[in-house]
Structures are given as structure tokens and as C-alpha cells.
């Protein structure tokens, strides 16, 4: 009976995340106990050949997205997998062991696990693995499958460092604490009680790959698009580096009915005008992300063709300053550089968004709006700048200095990175704007090299383990600044253990004043993100926040 009722449980992640942590420990049985307390039915209550008998969904086609530039790696574990354009083309190829519903990013539905229990000491899962998954290659999915790609992550191969995925291995540091007894179970045992263990491993980076196919490859990584070897709806068909990535349908996707689209193509276009254009012409279907300028145009000339979603982004803008190098090693001129910054003029240069500081904003973790405007950097601008400047004179620079802005060849960054360039200059601290093409700044910033960055960042949860660990912690994968200081990565690492919701927020809320205060990376907008698609584009909806995860597509299908 108990295994039924897993079966036909959707957990929301918010609880999850917050006080039905507690409550699993007491009961014991987690998925049961809230399915009992939501009401919420199962993804089975989703039926595609429903929808295409009733004529609720059309069956055919091809999708095309216009996407700016190639996918780094499909090694979505690792650290050249973070940006979202190599995940929106790689995604569709994998599955995962949870995943986050894609019309609600607060709810975690089965995926490759049918059902899950957590045991009474709080610390063992256990995952109940599907018995009809298979790969590409026609090979069963096993759970032996799922441990190698935990595995993996917390001890990646050699050379390879992991990314956002990282964020299992602060839970489960060990590989023996991931163990598959047989080809339909997998157990976890954490470390720790941790409140957002099952929100994370919903992480669209936590993919699952397979461990022959992979191990068969040198190094192991699925880095090369055409060589993903999947469980998910769709698989590789063709790559051309610079023009297109191609999949066709994934007949023996275990979930009956789907995908409805016979392909899916995401053709690379670096210049935002030949992306628009395309989009006109009805020669791409879709693009992932567009500016308010061009939003506008859309309106204002395909209204009823084209539209428009905008939706909160769990992400937004920030110039990171590294601690390590000269002039930015001295916290006077870190702070100049934030008391510099009008986030008035950033919403309306940028085009729109919200103010914040390091959790987004709107968000359950993130800080009141009235402590928000109570930090430095949200005060009177002008006389933020006379400070700005009274710092650096103190510090040495009373004729101003020269800095150099690295930042991601790309037209947002560098939109952004130029704004940056120009607040600079109200206080005397004369910047230029030096763009490197995508790759070259991932190893650049990874190598440490850069001083001053002008960066977007997009978080895959709206969580505390998805955001600090990786951007505050001395160790964190995207400490850019290479901020450390042990009282934060104490408070970390609390907050994770930490059951109690308003407990854990109140560490969470010490944590971000204790970052801003450091001025390393330095929040001055929190975006709206503005995806512009053909109107006979259906099943595709923004269930949330995040720019990476519910990119599946396997529920989207096309109008005649």
C-alpha cells in the first residue's frame, strides 16, 4: 500500500525546502505523508493521447529555437555546462532522477524514481527506479546508472571540476553513501539532516548519463552534443558548430505518447538582429531571451502572431570585483564601486526588473524591500557618490583610476558591463569594457585572471543551497571574487542543516548582510526575462523563475 501511495504523489518543493522537512522526520515516510497533507494528484493524471484525442495537442513537426551561441558541454555536471545555452539544447536529450514539474517550478514530480521514501533517522532515501527507461542505444536504465552519475559528481573524473551539480556533494561528500542494491533501487544517505536535499537533486544539473556509454569516452564526459547518449524524449541527430543542433523523437521515451514533436533544431545566430529577424520570418520559432527593446518592437508589429512571455527571473546583474588583485584587494574601493551604482537608472537603462540584494527578490528567502533599501548602495545617490568618492581618495585615488571590465562577449553582458562603465564614471573611476568570447572567459574567470567582471547570473532554484554555497562559500564554483570567510561558510553550512524554516531563514537573511557588506559581488538589478515564441507554440509555459529548468519540451507541440 505504502508504494502505491508514493506512486501517486507530486511533492511541492517549498515544503520540501521549509517545515515538511520536519515532519518527514517525524513520520518517516515523506512522499506519503505529503501526499496526504497537499491533496495533489500525480503527473499521471496527465494523459498525451488524452490530449491528442480531444484535440488538446497535435502530434508532428519540428521546433526551432534561435540561441546565440554553441553549447559549451553537454556535461551538464561539470563547470563548462552552467550556461543556459548548453542547457536548453542539451536537456531535451537527458533525464534525472526528480525533476521540477514544468509548469510549476514549486512542485517535484517522479522522473526516472516512480517513488521515494525518506527513512526515520532523517538521512536515508530511498528512490524506486522505473523499470522502462532505456537509452538511446536501447539499453536499460538502471539504478547502477543513477549511482555513476552521483558518483561523478561528487568525485568528478580527473580534470573535471563539477558545476551547479556540486551542490549533491555538500550533502552526500562520499560515494559510499550512494549505493544501488539492486537494478530498481537507490539509496542516499546524507550527511546530515538537510531541508533542501530533494529540491536540489531536482536540478536540472543532477542529470542522469549512462555509465558504459559514458566511461567508453576519453575523457569521460559527454561534452560533444552528438555524442549524448540519453533516456530522454528526444536524441542527437546532427551538430554543426556555429549553425545548428539537431534532435529527432525519442521513440522509446518511457513516457507513453510523448513528445508530441517529431524534432527539435536550436540554431545558432550570434547577432541579436539576424535572431529577430529570423523570428519575423517565422524562420526560428522562438528565442530564449530578448531585451525590452526588442520585446517592444514585437508588440508593437506581430500582436496576435508573436507574443511576448515575461516572467521574474531568479537572476539578474552584478559587477564582481576579485579580492585578490589590486586595486579591488582594498574594501574602500570595493565600496566606492557599490555606492556608484543607481539601481533607480539600472532598472530603467536594463529594462526593468526589481531591486534586491543576494536572494531574488520576491522570493521566500529573500530580505524585506525596507532592508533592502536600508543597505549601502540603495541609499540618496548623491550623496552615496560623495562618500564614493571620499573613499577613494582615502585609498589613494583622489585623480580617479583606470579599470579594466571583463565580461562575456555577448549583448547583454556587454549592455550591462557598459551601464556599469558609466556609473564608474560619476565617482572617477574610468572603466572600459573588454568583451571575451564565451569560452574563454569561463576559463578565464575559472583561472582567476580578470579583476573586475560585469556579469548575469541565473540560478536553476530559488533555493539557499542553490545560491550560497556555490557563490559565497571559499570553495564555491562561482565565487568569482574569490570571496572567503569562515563566519560565512559557518553560516552556510548551518543553514543547510537547518530544519526549521524560520530558523533557517533568519541565518539565511545573516548571510546576506554579512556578503553585501564585503562589496565583492555586488547585486545592482534582479531581472525580468522576456521569451518571444510564435503563437502556435503550445504546452510551453514558464512554471517559474528559473531560466534552465521545465526545458524538456516534451509536452510541446505545435498548432496547424
Known amino acids: 500500500m505504502r508504494r502505491r501511495l508514493l506512486t501517486l504523489v507530486r511533492l511541492p518543493a517549498r515544503w520540501v525546502s521549509g517545515a515538511t522537512a520536519g515532519i518527514c522526520l517525524a513520520i518517516g515516510v515523506c512522499a506519503c505523508a505529503l501526499g496526504g497533507e497537499t491533496g495533489e494528484t500525480s503527473p499521471g493524471a496527465f494523459s498525451p493521447d488524452a490530449a491528442l484525442a480531444n484535440g488538446a495537442a497535435v502530434r508532428g513537426g519540428t521546433l526551432r529555437i534561435a540561441q546565440q551561441g554553441d553549447p559549451a558541454s553537454c556535461d551538464l555536471h561539470m563547470s563548462r555546462g552552467l550556461s543556459y545555452q548548453a542547457v536548453h539544447p542539451c536537456n531535451p536529450m537527458l533525464s534525472q532522477i526528480v525533476r521540477v514539474d514544468a509548469l510549476d517550478h514549486g512542485v517535484i514530480s517522479p522522473d526516472l524514481a516512480l517513488s ?32 555513476f552519475s552521483l558518483d561523478r559528481i561528487i568525485e568528478p573524473p580527473e580534470g573535471l571540476v563539477a558545476g551547479r551539480a556540486g551542490t549533491v556533494a555538500r550533502y552526500v561528500p562520499d560515494t559510499g553513501m550512494v549505493r544501488a542494491p539492486d537494478r530498481e533501487t537507490l539509496t542516499i544517505r546524507t550527511q546530515t539532516p538537510a531541508a533542501s536535499f530533494l529540491a536540489n537533486l531536482a536540478s536540472v544539473y543532477v542529470s542522469v548519463y549512462p555509465r558504459a556509454a559514458t566511461e567508453a569516452l576519453d575523457p569521460p564526459s559527454m561534452v560533444r552534443f552528438d555524442r549524448v547518449t540519453g533516456s530522454g524524449p528526444f536524441a542527437a541527430a546532427s551538430a554543426v558548430r556555429g549553425s545548428a543542433y539537431k534532435m529527432v523523437r525519442n521513440d522509446r521515451y518511457y513516457e507513453p505518447g510523448l513528445p508530441y514533436l517529431d524534432g527539435l533544431w536550436f540554431l545558432v545566430m550570434p547577432e541579436p538582429a539576424v535572431r529577430l529577424a529570423a523570428l519575423k520570418a517565422h524562420k526560428v520559432d522562438m528565442i530564449a531571451v530578448i531585451t ?17 512571455l515575461k516572467t521574474p527571473s531568479a537572476g539578474g546583474n552584478t559587477v564582481q570585483m576579485n579580492l585578490g588583485r589590486p586595486p579591488f584587494d582594498d574594501p574602500r574601493v570595493r565600496r566606492a564601486v557599490n555606492l556608484a551604482i543607481d539601481r533607480d537608472e539600472a532598472r530603467l537603462a536594463l529594462g526593468g526588473g ?84 564565451p569560452v574563454a572567459y569561463q576559463d578565464l574567470l575559472a583561472r582567476g585572471e580578470h579583476a573586475m567582471i560585469g556579469h548575469s547570473h541565473s540560478f536553476a532554484l530559488d533555493d539557499p543551497d542553490a545560491v550560497l554555497p556555490a557563490h559565497y562559500s571559499c570553495d564555491g564554483p562561482e565565487n568569482f571574487p574569490g570571496l572567503c570567510d569562515d563566519e560565512i561558510d559557518r553560516l552556510i553550512e548551518e543553514q543547510s542543516r537547518t530544519l526549521d524554516p524560520a530558523k533557517r531563514k533568519s541565518l539565511v537573511d545573516q548571510i546576506q548582510r554579512r556578503v553585501w557588506n564585503l562589496d565583492a559581488k555586488v547585486w545592482f538589478q534582479w531581472s525580468l526575462r522576456r521569451t518571444p515564441l510564435w503563437t502556435d507554440i503550445r504546452g510551453f509555459e514558464p512554471g517559474g523563475p528559473s531560466l534552465y529548468q521545465g526545458r524538456r519540451m516534451d509536452t510541446v507541440w505545435l498548432a496547424p
Request: proline share 5%.
Open 354 to 437: 526589481f531591486d534586491g540584494a543576494i536572494m531574488p527578490p520576491g522570493g521566500s528567502w529573500a530580505l524585506s524591500q525596507a532592508e533592502t533599501r536600508n543597505l549601502p548602495g540603495h541609499g540618496q545617490k548623491q550623496e552615496e557618490r560623495a562618500e564614493a568618492r571620499r573613499l577613494l581618495s582615502e585609498a589613494g585615488f583622489s585623480e580617479g583610476l583606470d579599470v579594466e571590465i571583463n565580461t562575456r562577449a555577448n549583448p547583454f553582458f556587454e549592455t550591462l558591463s557598459a551601464f556599469v562603465a558609466g556609473q564608474l564614471a560619476t565617482v572617477g573611476i574610468r572603466a572600459s569594457v573588454v568583451p571575451v568570447e
Open 116 to 147: 521515494w521514501e525518506l527513512a526515520g533517522d532523517g538521512l536515508t532515501w530511498t528512490f524506486h527506479i522505473r523499470s522502462d527507461a532505456v537509452w538511446h542505444d536501447g539499453s536499460p536504465v538502471t539504478a547502477d546508472d543513477l549511482k
Open 292 to 308: 525590452e527593446a526588442e520585446a517592444e518592437d514585437l508588440e508593437a508589429g506581430y500582436a496576435g502572431r508573436i507574443r511576448v
